[in-house]
């Protein structure tokens, strides 16, 4: 099956998410697994890494650390994604040696090729429906997808609102991985094992 999916974890990880996670990523489809965890402190951080880091170990996922840069290098994690205000990229890029760093380009040419003059190693664009995670969110849409497929020599991640019916466009137009989060964590009809199979 091919791994399509750019699971981002829900906002707050209770003891049952550890056991979901893993039925998830059991179906095979999910490429990265990204960890967005904000305002909890280091330790519990480093906890819940730790938890984490086994599952994606198991299931072949690269395990992505939102932010953190430091914390990507000191728990050995697959990589690190940033976004615009997230601090330097030079700085991370050093500090990444050989590991994946994403950045988000929101619907902007100028920040995609910024991003590749860095060194990224995928580039996210976003919002493209209406996000649940990130309501204020800036909007994209499609032309800056027709565009990048053209112009940028990097795997392309779309993230904002998707779902087992809009997703296909995406991935038409150009996307190779897409982001989900609410409609796996927060899906008021499918628990999320049943969620991520909507997506082949």
């Not at 893993?22 to 280091?42: E, H, I, P, Y």
């Not at 380009?105 to 990130?134: I, M, Q, R």
């Not at 795997?155 to 989900?180: R, S």
Request: charged share 30%; hydrophobic share 40%; aromatic share 12%.
């Amino acid at each position: 099956m091919k791994k399509l999916v750019y699971l981002i974890s829900p906002n707050k990880i209770d003891q049952n998410f550890y056991s979901s996670l893993d039925k998830v990523l059991s179906f095979k489809n999910v490429k990265f697994f990204q960890l967005r965890l904000k305002n909890v402190s280091q330790k519990k951080l480093l906890n819940v890494c730790k938890k984490i880091k086994k599952i994606t170990i198991k299931h072949k996922v690269k395990f992505i650390i939102n932010d953190y840069f430091i914390l990507t290098s000191k728990i050995k994690a697959d990589g690190c994604h940033m976004g615009q205000l997230d601090g330097s990229f030079k700085i991370a890029r050093k500090k990444l040696k050989g590991k994946i760093l994403g950045i988000t380009c929101h619907n902007s040419k100028f920040f995609a090729n910024k991003a590749v003059e860095n060194k990224a190693d995928y580039v996210a664009f976003g919002s493209f429906f209406k996000s649940k995670l990130k309501p204020m969110a800036k909007k994209a849409n499609l032309n800056i997808l027709k565009w990048a497929k053209k112009n940028i020599k990097k795997p392309i991640v779309v993230i904002g609102g998707i779902n087992n019916i809009n997703y296909k466009k995406l991935i038409n137009t150009g996307a190779k991985y897409i982001a989900l989060s609410s409609f796996i964590w927060d899906n008021p009809k499918l628990k999320p094992e049943q969620a991520i199979r909507k997506f082949k």
